[in-house]
């Protein structure tokens, strides 16, 4: 299933090698490398699916939750994050992510979390 997905990481690797990753699985993806870009490109466009690391620079992966949940979208979230904790994992999943991903994450880890998301 073909799908828009847009990339949130403040790391310009991980954002190349995940969207190779989604694009050679068929998903259109976009990237954005912090809180502010994201928000541009969720203006521009609609997303099936948003992979957001926790910590942007700018803000965090949970008000990209709060964002997605005020706008009132149908967007599913799946937070990536390299330091996870309790309360992040917490969050995560009372503000509605799908999945909260460790990082560093495999290819096929990444693939089958995506997979999974957009069947839900």
């Given amino acids: 299933m073909m799908a828009n997905l847009l990339v949130i990481d403040d790391e310009e690797s991980i954002r190349f090698s995940f969207s190779k990753f989604l694009t050679a699985e ?7 490398k912090d ?3 994201a928000l541009t ?3 521009e466009a609609e997303f099936e699916l948003i992979l957001a690391d926790i910590f942007l620079g700018d803000g965090w ?3 990209i939750l709060r964002e997605v949940m005020r706008r009132n979208l149908k967007t599913r979230v799946i937070i990536m994050t390299a330091y996870p904790s309790a309360e992040t994992l917490q969050d995560s999943f ?3 992510a799908v999945d909260y ?3 560093p994450l495999k290819q096929d880890g990444l693939i ?3 997979n999974k998301a957009l069947q839900i």
């Fill in 41 to 43: 490109r969720m203006d």
């Fill in 101 to 103: 991903l460790v990082k």
């Fill in 26 to 32: 068929g998903h259109k993806v976009l990237t954005a």
């Fill in 61 to 63: 992966g949970i008000d």
């Fill in 112 to 114: 089958h979390s995506v």
């Fill in 35 to 37: 809180y502010r870009e």
């Fill in 94 to 96: 009372r503000m509605h």
